[in-house]
Structures are given as C-alpha cells and as structure tokens.
C-alpha cells in the first residue's frame, strides 16, 4: 500500500539527474555505460489492460543505446515496511501491460519487437528485504517437460538496508545522498549530508532540483519529528541553519516520537505484534549507528520486552559501543 509521503520520492525521481545516478551508482552493468543520458525521457506511467484496470503510480523512462534502440526503465519505488514476496509476480503483470501498449501504439524496435525493459524496485523499509527476486522461486517446481512452458522473469531489487553509510560516503551521487539522509539518525548527521549537497548543487539550471530535494528533506523532518514546527522553506542553505539551530531539541525527540509511534501500533495490531515492530526498528537503528549486527545482539533485541527496547532507543545516541548499550550476557 502506498504511504502519505510516496508522492515526494516520486517528485524527486521525476528529475533525470535522480535516474542517471541511480543507474550509474547502483546498477553495476556493463550495459549501463552504452547509454546516452542525454536522451532521457519520462514517460505517462498510466497503462490499461483488456479489462480496463489501469495503473497510474509507476514511473517508467526511457533512454537510447547511443544511436541504437531505446531501453525503457521501469522504475517501480516501493516504500513498504514490510518486503513483499510476490514482488515478481506483480511486476510481470505491470511490465505485460506496459509491452501491450508498446506494441499497440507500434513502439517497437527497429526489427519489430519488444524493447527490452529493466524492471527495478527502489526499497526504504526497515525490514531487509529477503524474498526471491526471481519468479520461479514462487512457483511450484513443474514436472518434466512442462517446465520449459513456465515464465522466467526476474527483477532488479536495491534495499537500502544492504548500503552502509561507509560505503555511502564521500559518494558523489544524488541517490546515495537520498541514502543518507534516511539513515541520518540525528539532527547533526543530516545537516552534515545537506551541506555536503549546497557544496555540489551551486549552478543556477540547478535551482529546481535543489528546490526539489529541500522539499523532500522537509518532509523527511515532519515525519521524524512531527510535533516540530518547520517554516517554509526553498533553499538547502535555510535546511542547514534550521538543522543548527534545532539540534538539541530535535535530537532526542526523533528517537521518542518513533518508539511512541510503535507503541500506538502496538495498542492497535496487539501487543507482541507492537513488541516485534519495535524490536525490527531498533534493529535497524543500531545497524546505522554500529554497523551490522553480529547474532548475539540481534537476538538480545529479539527477546527483550516492549520497555527494555524503549530503554536502549533513549540511550542509542548516548552510548559509545554496542556492548555498551546492550550489555550482553546480561538481561
């Protein structure tokens, strides 16, 4: 299901420097290199099959091979909290819909068929995302000789949760700076982001994409600390002074207002279903600060009650070692 804040990545990722980056940075093929940027183009995601039932939410681009064909880019950003298995199944009927128009409005390639689309699913949730990316991994095995009529299909999956900020850093690339400035768990870690995009976003044609970028960075602050009053604001230089001037008193609240939202999920979907969406966000909120977990820790979190949890969010950002904080051995 679609969430409140869908529309800001979507207004980013209508910008072709967000595309580019996100191909050059996080799609390592060969074929990635053959392609004239220049030619991209974003085209009307809305596609309509026999029945009449539309889509309208996807983004699909399309850009050329050099002077050769074009390649469409089927951009399907899925904000979830929860990872989806048949995530492939999905797809295939998204991409079928999106090849019967082609070949209805007679877009083909030059010899007559179907231009070959990478379907890629753009993932944020807290949860890494574990399911296959292949479809006949969610299909039962056939029997000899039926197996040669079963679809193959498989999508690109980026998870967020699988880049650290080690390896994000001193990235030059529009889409690892939307990384970290999620991962960003303090006020003063998201500020150090923003000014590092002021340094590199200064000419003038660059004015709408920065305009762009600060809107969803606002938005990112509403939803961290939602009881916080945000003037409005049009530039990243305004972010960085709003972010200095508010750090101690956002610092922790971003923390508490998470935790408490869990807990008002917890009240509503039962309590051991609350315990288990806290544990899942502390996990993740540990991996940002330490670093990935090793097996002891993930199991303390695991196993520890709704208010043992809530204890180590207080502490997360006061404590200099997950040791430290989580105390193994101990319960």
């Known amino acids: 299901m679609a ?21 050059l940075g996080f799609v390592p093929q060969a074929w990635v290199g053959q392609v004239d940027f220049d030619s991209l183009e974003m085209l009307n995601g809305h596609y309509v099959s026999e029945d ?10 399309r850009l050329r091979f050099g002077e050769g064909d074009w390649v469409y880019l089927y951009l399907l950003l899925e904000f ?23 070949e209805k409005q007679g877009q083909l390639t030059r010899d007559g068929r179907l231009p070959p689309v990478l379907p890629l699913v753009l993932y944020n949730g807290l949860r890494p995302w574990r399911h296959s990316t292949r479809l006949s991994d969610l299909c039962h095995p056939a029997p000899p000789g039926l197996q040669v009529f079963q679809p193959g299909f498989d999508y690109l999956l980026i998870d967020e949760n699988q880049y650290p900020d080690s390896e994000l850093n001193g990235r030059q690339n529009l889409v ?11 006020p003063q870690a998201l500020r150090v982001v923003v000014d590092e995009l002021r340094g590199w976003l200064t000419l003038d044609d660059q004015t709408p994409l920065r305009r762009n970028i600060t809107r969803w960075i606002i938005d990112l602050i509403r939803r961290r600390a939602p009881s916080g009053r945000i003037p409005p604001l049009s530039e990243l230089s305004e972010v960085s002074t709003m972010l200095a001037e508010r750090t101690e008193t956002w610092a922790e609240r971003w923390v508490q207002e998470g935790m408490a939202k869990g807990l008002e999920q917890g009240i509503e979907q039962g309590l051991e279903q609350g315990r288990k969406s806290q544990a899942a966000l502390l996990q993740s909120l540990l991996g940002k600060r330490f670093g990935p977990l090793p097996e002891w820790a993930v ?7 709704m208010e043992q949890i809530a204890i180590w969010a207080e502490s997360l950002f006061e404590t200099e070692s997950l040791e430290a904080l989580l105390e193994p051995g101990e319960m």
Do not use: H, I
């Open 176 to 186: 690892a700076m939307l990384m970290r400035l999620e991962q960003a768990q303090t």
């Open 3 to 23: 969430q409140p804040y869908d529309a800001g990545y979507k207004l980013l990722f209508s910008n072709p420097e967000f595309v580019r980056d996100l191909l």
């Open 52 to 61: 009449m039932q539309g889509r309208y939410e996807d983004m699909v681009w």
């Open 299 to 305: 199991q303390r979190v695991e196993q520890a009650s």
């Open 80 to 102: 979830q909290s929860t990872p989806d298995r048949f995530m492939a199944l999905r797809l295939l009927t998204y991409v079928g819909l999106f090849w019967q128009q082609l």
